[in-house]
């Protein structure tokens, strides 16, 4: 994993049941650390980092051009309740989110949104994980 990862994204990252072949969503990716280090775990699978912010997914581009040329990784700035399938793009195994109000219950109507977009983006049997927990919590993918 990337020296610069934190102890707790570290953790995080850890816990996540990743497979090499996963292909994984984080919902509100910041500066994308998280989703370098899920990157670097993956043999043909892929991570798309997704963000709100204009700033932070230029500095998860900038940070992951090694992953992205790879083709591992992915960035999109998009509201995770706005998030949709691009035409032909597989859908997720796992998709995790770490500090995102609409999934820890500080937006309930954002997170039904949420929720709902997560749904229509995974495989059956996918998996949802949030910050909360030691170190994870799992939330049900509603279908």
């Known amino acids: 994993m990337p020296s610069r990862l934190s102890p707790r994204l570290a953790a995080v990252v850890a ?3 990743l497979e090499p072949h996963s292909r994984v969503l984080e919902i509100g990716c910041g500066p994308g650390a998280a989703a370098r280090a899920v990157a670097a775990r993956l ?5 798309l980092a997704i963000d709100r ?5 230029a500095q998860a581009r900038a940070a ?6 790879a083709g591992r990784m ?12 691009l035409p032909g793009e597989e ?7 770490l500090r995102v109000g ?11 949104r949420l929720l709902r977009r997560i749904a229509s983006a995974t495989r059956p049997g996918a998996r949802l994980f949030i910050d909360g927990g030691d170190p994870l919590r799992e939330l049900p993918i509603p279908r």
Not at 53 to 57: K, T
Not at 64 to 69: C, F
Not at 91 to 97: G, I, M, N, S
């Open 15 to 17: 816990a996540l049941p």
């Open 43 to 47: 043999g043909s699978g892929h991570v």
């Open 53 to 57: 912010s204009a700033a932070a997914i």
């Open 64 to 69: 992951a051009a090694g992953e992205i040329a």
């Open 74 to 85: 992915s960035v999109r700035q998009v509201a995770g309740e706005d998030f949709a399938l």
């Open 91 to 97: 859908p997720f195994d796992l998709v995790f989110a």
């Open 102 to 112: 609409a999934l820890d219950g500080r937006h309930p109507d954002a997170g039904r």
